[in-house]
């Protein structure tokens, strides 16, 4: 059974309801996200939860005004797995600058990066769709995937490890710090030095953040203001 929530595309809900049959794709309320249905690891049952976001206008708008932070820290006290869908295209120029439909905003490609390892770090993972049919596509294949007895997913792995050592085969690491605007090469070292993971950097103070070597307080500032889904003033500005 999938449970959707009230005003989804006729697009979604008749491919899903075509696929699983009418009676089993479910409308109500109660959802605090878009999609939900139930899956199953070692006879123990779990919920996953679903939210869908139509890029970029929905995308920005629910950035701008919080529902973004707001719906992450939602799904994060779910203890299933939890998915962002983000749904349409996202294409940069050759400068790496965002492409909104009709508006240009100086979102890059960093700070978007940000943004989705945040949801990350959340317990919310970004997944892509082109459009509404694929997005009913995506959610078939999630709901059978779960559905399997054995399978190995994200939240049967353990938590990587990532102390801080020579540069070598952990090099992808450091990408994970540079997902920040101003975290360059050094900044991202000196970070994973100091806090040792990824999750544990995230979950930074700021204050603490500040004592990070090279970490001033406008590095600080704006890469704890993309931590906490904060939309920035760019964007603000440009959908108003």
Known sequence: MILASPGQPDTIINFLGSHFGDDNVVITSDLPVDFAFWGSLDGQSFKILLERKKCPEDLYASWR????????????????PNYLILEGNLTYDDRFKLRSGRYRTDVGFEMLTGLFLTCTVSGVWPLFSPNEEGTARLLITAYNYFQKQEH?????????????????????????????????????KWAWATAGSFRNFANLSADAMQAIPEFGPKISKSVT???DMKCPASIVRTLK
């Open 152 to 188: 190995h997913s994200l939240i049967t792995r353990g938590k990587l490890q990532s102390p801080w050592g020579k540069p070598g085969k952990s090099d992808l690491v450091l990408y994970l710090f540079q997902g920040f605007p101003g975290l360059g090469p050094n900044r991202a």
């Open 225 to 227: 203001e993309l931590l």
């Open 65 to 80: 005004d919080g529902r973004l932070r707001r719906q992450c820290l939602e799904m994060a006290t779910n203890p299933g």
